[in-house]
Antibody, heavy 120, light 109 residues
Framework: EVQLVESGGGLVQPGGSLRLSCEAA????????MHWVRQAPGKGLVWVSR????????ISADAVKGRFTISRDNAKNTLYLQMNSLRGDDSAVYFC?????????????WGKGTTVSVSS | SSELTQPPSVSVSPGQTARITCSGE??????GFWYQQKAGQAPIMVIY???GRPSGIPERFSGSSSGTTVTLTITAVQAEDEADYYC????????????FGGGTKLTVL
């Protein structure tokens, strides 16, 4: 079964750091581009970051650029999101997602998400 | 960055047809995708590349595209279709990042 399982969320103070992980199973992880998407409480989906198959190319939304870093370890079938200088508006459920196989930016498989709360 | 605009809410009675639109300049050059998110759950893809339907998605879900607008159509709506629906595309400003619409709450009366 194709599966993505996020972990690493929690409560952190403003200005702090957190690293999220997303473990993939049921498919050849290294064959797919991957994404992080977040959703603040009661709000819509917001795209965060994207990484190519071997991790050599990444892009992030302006709101997180310079603070968040997406990376991957294909040997461990794991996607990461290093989050630094966290702010209150970073509080959200963070989903990892697999990119669809259509040469478009898209997400065909999603994890259940991990919750990040930024508060003093 | 690109923007995608959806109506905040759509309401229909069971058995009727629901149409949800998504507009944005990027859709003139990039494909649109649709996701369904039920309360407390992760999103699932219901339409890919404007009009494709992933395996396991009921035939009552369909998509279309015209100019800078993509439309999700749900025929013979069922109570279980009540959910938030999001359109998504490639950010034409970068051709590498993504962008979501604000989401549409579908209420089945």
């Amino acid at each position: 079964e194709v599966q993505l399982v996020e972990s690493g969320g929690g409560l952190v103070q403003p200005g702090g750091s957190l690293r999220l992980s997303c473990e993939a199973a049921g498919f050849t992880f290294s064959d797919y581009w991957m994404h992080w998407v977040r959703q603040a409480p009661g709000k819509g989906l917001v795209w965060v970051s994207r990484i190519n198959k071997d991790g050599s190319s990444t892009i992030s939304a302006d709101a997180v650029k310079g603070r968040f870093t997406i990376s991957r370890d294909n040997a461990k079938n794991t996607l990461y999101l290093q989050m630094n200088s966290l702010r209150g508006d970073d509080s959200a459920v963070y989903f990892c997602a697999r990119e669809g196989d259509w040469n478009d930016v898209s997400m065909d498989v999603w994890g259940k998400g991990t919750t990040v709360s930024v508060s003093s | 960055s690109s923007e995608l605009t959806q109506p905040p809410s759509v309401s229909v009675s069971p058995g009727q047809t629901a149409r949800i639109t998504c507009s944005g300049e990027t859709l003139a050059r990039q494909h649109g995708f649709w996701y369904q998110q039920k309360a407390g759950q992760a999103p699932i893809m219901v339409i890919y590349r404007d009009s494709g339907r992933p395996s396991g998605i009921p035939e009552r879900f369909s998509g279309s595209s015209s100019g800078t607008t993509v439309t999700l159509t749900i025929t013979a709506v069922q109570a279980e279709d009540e959910a938030d629906y999001y359109c998504q595309s490639t950010d034409s400003a970068t051709s590498f990042g993504g962008v979501f619409g604000g989401g549409t709450k579908l209420t089945v009366l």
